[in-house]
């Protein structure tokens, strides 16, 4: 079975950095991606970025492209999220999923891990 477990969320002030993970597990072939998504209290869950792991190939939501960074260890089986310049609209819950298309629309995806915290203070 597939499974991923999302990891390193925390509280951090505004301007700070925090990287996410996302371990996967449970796959049957190498070509495949991982997004990031975050769902804000209140707000529906939005796609913050996506990496096929095969390739290495990105997207990035607009609002975070400029701050955030995606990669992927393939040894490790886990996808980072760097998050620099943290702002109090960065807190969320923080999400990982799989799908088998380059996406960043959430129905795109089958399986998701459980969320990780991000709390900013200003």
């Known amino acids: 079975d597939v499974q991923l477990q999302a990891s390193g969320g925390g509280s951090v002030q505004a301007g700070g950095s925090l990287r996410l993970s996302c371990a996967y597990s449970?796959?049957?072939?190498?070509?495949?991606?991982i997004g990031w998504f975050r769902q804000a209290p209140g707000k529906e869950r939005e796609g913050v970025s996506c990496?096929?792991?095969?390739?290495?190939?990105?997207i990035y939501a607009n609002s975070v492209k400029d701050r955030f960074t995606i990669s992927a260890d393939n040894a490790k089986k886990t996808v980072y999220l760097q998050i620099r310049s943290l702002k109090p609209e960065d807190a969320a819950v923080y999400y990982c999923?799989?799908?088998?298309?380059?996406?960043?629309?959430?129905?795109?995806?089958?399986?998701w891990g459980q969320g990780t915290l991000v709390t900013v203070s200003s």
């Open positions: 999923a799989t799908s088998n298309m380059m996406s960043m629309f959430e129905h795109e995806y089958r399986e």
């Open positions: 449970g796959f049957s072939f190498d070509d495949h991606t």
């Open positions: 990496i096929d792991v095969g390739d290495g190939r990105t």
